[in-house]
C-alpha cells in the first residue's frame, strides 16, 4: 500500500465530516423551507379571517343595526376589530398549548400599544409599505437566541376598515374607548400593517429531530461499514505483504542452500576424488601382487587425512545452517574468516584472491550467521561478476576497521562497476540482471543487515564495487 | 591373441598425467607406473603443453579443472600438431559443455571422477588398441610378425624372438611411422630423453633389430637417421 492506512482514514474521517455538515445544513435548508411554508399558512389564515370579518361579519352588524336589533352605537372590538379577533384566536390556540410560535400584527401608530413594533419590525413594515417585497422570512437573532421570522402585509383590503380608522366615521363608543383614533391617511388596498410570525430554530429543528437523527445514523453506519472495509483491505494488503516477505525468505533461503551444496560439492570433490584415486591405486597393486604393508598403511593414513578433511567440511556448513535462536556476540574476524573459509573451494576453483584485513577486530551483538550469509552471498556475487566479465586477476579486499568509531566491514572487488543507471536498484526485490538470479540476494542482505541492526551500502570503485556494512 | 596383456603394450611407453592436487597426482602416477614404462606428473596447464610439445609421450591424461589453461584448451593445442596421441581425460564435470568441447578433441576416453579401477583399465586398453592401430600383430615383412603384446617377433617357421625393452620401443616407434623419415634427434628425444644418447648405443640396437627380424627393413639415411619400410 502505498499510502499509510492512517493517512486513509483520516481522509476519510474528514470527509465524513464534510458530508454530515452538507447533509445538516441541506436537512436544515429544507426544515426552514418547510417552517417558511407554514408559517406563510398560518398568516395567510390569519387574514383570511381578517376578511372575512371585514366582508362578512362587519356588513352583517351593520345590517343589524339598520333593522335596529342592535343598538345604533353599538360597538365591541370582539365582534368588529379584525386584529383583537385574530390575536384572541392566537391567544386561544396558545392556551391550548399546541404552538410554539409568536404571532403578531404591526401597525404604525396603532389603537393597541401591543401592536407598536420594535425597530426591526417597523423597518420591514416600512418596506411593505413602499412595496419592497411581497413576503419577507428571515432568520433574526433576538436575545442571542435564533429565531425564524415570517411577515405578511396587511391590506386596506375594504372601506369598512376605514370606517373605524378614521376619526371623523369612527364610531362614538369607539372612540370613548380608545380617546384618540390615529388616521390611516390611507386608501383601500395600501399596506396599513403587517402581522409577523416568529418561531424559535430550535423548536423548528427539534420537530426534524427524527429525520436528523435517521439521517445521521444511516451515515455513521455507511462510513463506519467504510471504513471497516478500508480496514479489512488493509488487513489483506498487510498479510499478503507478509506472505510476499516469507515467501522471499524461503526462496532467498532455498538458493542459499542451494549455494552451499554447490558450495559442499566443491569442497567435497576433491578429497572424494582422492581417496577414489587411493582405493584404485591400492587395488590395482594388489590385483599386481605389490601392495606392500608400508604401501598399505601409507594410503590408509593418506585416506584418513581426506575423511577428516571432509568431516571437518560438514561440521563447518552444519554450524551455518544451525538456525541461531538468540542474538550473540561475535567478532569480525570469525565472520570474515568464516565466509572465506565457506567459500574456499569456489575461490580456489575460481582462482579469486581474497586478502583480509583486520584492523580493528571489533565484537557485535548478533546473529554471526546471518553476517557470515551475507558476505559469502557478496563474495559470491563478486565470483559471478569476475566470470561475466573474463576478468583475469580477481581480487577481493575485506577490511574491518573503526571508521570514527564506527565499525564498519567493506568487501572491495575489481570485478568492475555496475552500470550507475542501475545501483541503485540492485537492493530491489526481484531486481537482477542475470539469468538464473532470483533477484532476491542483495534485498534480503540488506534486510539481514538492518535486521541486525547494520546498514549496508554500495558503491563504485575505479574498477570495481566496494560494498560497505556499517554496524 | 591373450586377453590378458594388451596392456603389457603399454609397457614401454611413457605417459604424461596432468592434475592439480598433489595427492590425487601421485596416486594416478603410483598407479600408472604399474602399466607404463615411465610416467611424469605435471601440475598445470602450460607445464602440461610444454611437455607434450616435447613430443615424447606415447599418451596424455588430463584433469580439466586445472591452473592458467583448461585441460581441454590443453589437448586442443597439442592436436594442433599432434593429431594421432591418445588421450584420457580425467574430470568431475559432466556438464554438456565440457562433453561437446570433448567429443571434438577426439579423446580416447572420458572419466568421470570419481571412476572406478574396471573403467580406468578399459581406458588404459582402449589406449593400447590405439597405440597398436588395433591390431595386435603386426606384419613387419612377409615372413614375421611383430606381437605388441608380448613383445615377440613370431617368424613363419615358427620360431619365437623376444626383444628387450629398448628394442621394443624402437620398433614400434619405427612401425608408427612407416616410410617416414626418423631422424637420429627424434630417436635420441625419444629412446633416452635426458640422458647422453649415442649414435653407437642406437645404431647396437638397430643392429639387433635387423638381426632378429630382417636386415633390410631399416634403411640408414646417411647422416639424417633412418626409414622403415614396410
Known amino acids: ?471 | 591373441m591373450s586377453e590378458c596383456n594388451l596392456l603389457d603394450v603399454l609397457s614401454n611407453k611413457k605417459v604424461l598425467c596432468v592434475e592439480d592436487e598433489a595427492c590425487i597426482l601421485n596416486n594416478i602416477m603410483e598407479s600408472l607406473e604399474l602399466f607404463f614404462g615411465k610416467v611424469v606428473g605435471v601440475k598445470d596447464g602450460i607445464e602440461a603443453l610444454d611437455e607434450a610439445k616435447s613430443n615424447l609421450y606415447d599418451v596424455l591424461m588430463l584433469d580439466i579443472s586445472i591452473p592458467h589453461m583448461d585441460g581441454l584448451e590443453v589437448v586442443k593445442k597439442i592436436r594442433e600438431f599432434d593429431k594421432k596421441i591418445p588421450i584420457i581425460i580425467l574430470s568431475a564435470h559432466t556438464e554438456q559443455e565440457y562433453l561437446w568441447r570433448a567429443v571434438e578433441l577426439k579423446i580416447t576416453r572420458y572419466l568421470v571422477k570419481p571412476y572406478d579401477k574396471n573403467t580406468l583399465i578399459k581406458a588404459l586398453e582402449d589406449v593400447a588398441m590405439e597405440l597398436i592401430g588395433h591390431m595386435p600383430m603386426f606384419q613387419v615383412t612377409p615372413v614375421c610378425k611383430y606381437d605388441f603384446c608380448k613383445k615377440t617377433i613370431c617368424h613363419q617357421e615358427g620360431e619365437l624372438v623376444h626383444l628387450s625393452k629398448s628394442e621394443s620401443r624402437l620398433l614400434e616407434y619405427f612401425l608408427k611411422r612407416p616410410n617416414q623419415t626418423v631422424t637420429y634427434e627424434q630417436l635420441f628425444d625419444y629412446m633416452w630423453e635426458f640422458e647422453q644418447p649415442s649414435k653407437e648405443a642406437l645404431k647396437s640396437i638397430v643392429k639387433e633389430l635387423r638381426k632378429k627380424i630382417d636386415n633390410n627393413f631399416i634403411k640408414n639415411l646417411y647422416g639424417v637417421g633412418y626409414v622403415c619400410e614396410i
Not at chain 1, 362587519?58 to 345604533?72: D, G, N, T, V
Not at chain 1, 537492493?427 to 546498514?455: Q, R, V
Request: hydrophobic share 40%; net charge neutral.
Open chain 1, 1 to 471: 500500500m502505498k499510502y499509510s492506512f492512517k493517512i486513509i482514514v483520516a481522509l476519510f474521517v474528514m470527509l465524513y465530516a464534510v458530508i454530515t455538515l452538507l447533509f445538516f445544513n441541506f436537512y436544515r435548508e429544507l426544515a426552514m423551507k418547510d417552517a417558511r411554508q407554514e408559517a406563510i399558512f398560518i398568516l395567510d389564515t390569519m387574514n383570511a379571517i381578517r376578511d372575512y370579518v371585514s366582508t362578512v361579519q362587519r356588513p352583517l352588524i351593520e345590517e343589524l343595526k339598520e333593522k335596529k336589533l342592535l343598538a345604533a352605537d353599538f360597538f365591541d372590538p370582539k365582534l368588529l376589530s379584525s386584529s383583537y379577533i385574530t390575536r384572541e384566536i392566537y391567544n386561544i390556540q396558545r392556551a391550548k398549548k399546541n404552538i410554539n410560535y409568536d404571532y403578531k400584527l404591526i401597525a404604525t401608530n396603532p389603537l393597541n400599544p401591543d401592536h407598536e413594533g420594535n425597530g426591526f419590525e417597523n423597518e420591514i413594515l416600512d418596506d411593505f409599505k413602499e412595496g419592497k417585497y411581497q413576503e419577507y422570512s428571515q432568520i433574526i437573532k433576538e436575545n442571542n437566541k435564533p429565531y425564524f421570522f415570517v411577515g405578511l402585509p396587511i391590506h386596506n383590503s375594504h372601506p369598512s376598515c376605514l370606517e373605524c380608522h378614521t376619526m371623523n366615521s369612527a364610531p362614538k363608543r369607539m372612540i370613548e374607548q380608545y380617546h384618540t383614533i390615529p388616521d390611516f391617511q390611507s386608501k383601500v388596498g395600501d399596506v396599513i400593517a403587517m402581522i409577523t410570525f416568529k418561531i424559535p430554530v430550535y423548536s423548528i429543528l427539534t420537530y426534524h429531530i427524527n429525520e436528523f437523527v435517521v439521517g445521521g445514523t444511516v451515515m455513521f453506519i455507511v462510513f463506519v461499514i467504510f471504513i471497516l472495509f478500508i480496514y479489512k483491505i488493509y488487513r489483506n494488503e498487510q498479510r499478503l505483504k507478509e506472505k510476499t516477505t516469507m515467501l522471499m525468505m524461503s526462496q532467498n533461503r532455498l538458493a542459499s542452500m542451494g549455494e552451499m551444496i554447490g558450495n559442499i560439492s566443491h569442497q567435497w570433490r576433491q578429497p572424494l576424488a582422492q581417496v577414489g584415486a587411493i582405493l584404485i591405486n591400492l587395488e590395482l597393486h594388489s590385483d599386481k601382487d605389490k601392495l606392500t604393508k608400508e604401501k598399505l598403511t601409507q594410503k590408509i593414513k593418506e585416506a584418513n587425512e581426506q575423511l577428516s578433511f571432509m568431516s571437518s567440511t560438514i561440521d563447518d556448513f552444519k554450524n551455518f545452517f544451525m538456525p541461531s535462536t538468540s542474538a550473540k556476540e561475535f567478532s569480525a574476524q570469525e565472520v570474515i574468516f568464516r565466509a572465506q573459509k565457506l567459500l574456499s573451494a569456489s575461490l580456489e576453483k575460481y582462482a579469486i584472491d581474497v586478502r583480509i584485513d583486520i584492523q580493528n577486530n571489533f565484537t557485535r551483538l548478533g546473529y554471526a550467521n546471518e553476517i557470515v550469509q551475507v558476505l559469502i552471498n557478496i563474495m559470491n556475487n563478486a565470483k559471478e561478476a569476475f566470470l561475466a566479465h573474463e576478468i583475469k586477476e580477481r581480487k577481493i579486499e575485506i577490511c574491518a576497521f573503526l571508521d570514527n568509531g564506527v565499525p564498519v566491514i567493506t568487501l572491495q572487488n575489481n570485478a568492475g562497476r555496475i552500470n550507475d543507471a542501475i545501483i541503485e536498484k540492485i537492493f530491489d526485490p526481484y531486481f537482477t540482471t542475470k539469468e538464473s538470479s532470483s533477484g532476491l540476494g542483495l534485498y534480503m542482505s540488506k534486510m539481514i543487515i538492518e535486521k541486525n541492526g547494520a546498514t549496508l551500502r554500495v558503491e563504485n570503485s575505479d574498477d570495481g564495487v566496494i560494498f560497505t556494512i556499517i554496524f
